[in-house]
């Protein structure tokens, strides 16, 4: 996919889909890498969702199209098999570190 015409007649345009995507699917790896050991709420997991968010928002900085999918991410996390105060504080974590991307990329054109 990342070789087909369209991908490459996008490299480069100001369009921006192909370099913003990316933070989009960084973000996603790195909550999928650690889905599993979200259900034990601890400073690392904590980190783990702020920085996911952060790269989410920072994704959705550079293109507003991409904020679908940051509140996609924060409703996967209703998914997680824990109580719901866990996933409460999971899904403000991500929502905060969205917050936080959002302003570090985009905030001075806000």
């Not at 979200?38 to 550079?62: D, F, Y």
């Not at 403000?92 to 990329?105: A, T």
């Amino acid at each position: 996919g990342c070789l087909g015409p369209v991908f490459l007649w996008e490299l480069g345009t100001t369009t921006g889909d192909t370099s913003s995507s990316l933070f989009i699917l960084a973000a996603l790896f790195i909550a999928l890498r650690y889905w599993e050991r979200l259900v034990t709420l601890s400073w690392q997991t904590s980190v783990v969702m702020l920085l996911a968010g952060t790269i989410m928002g920072s994704g959705v900085g550079l293109k507003l199209i991409n904020a679908p999918y940051a509140i996609a991410l924060c409703v996967a996390l209703l998914t997680l098999p824990v109580i719901w105060t866990t996933r409460l504080k999971l899904i403000c974590l991500c929502g905060f570190g969205i917050l936080i991307g959002l302003i570090i990329s985009s905030g001075y054109w806000f």
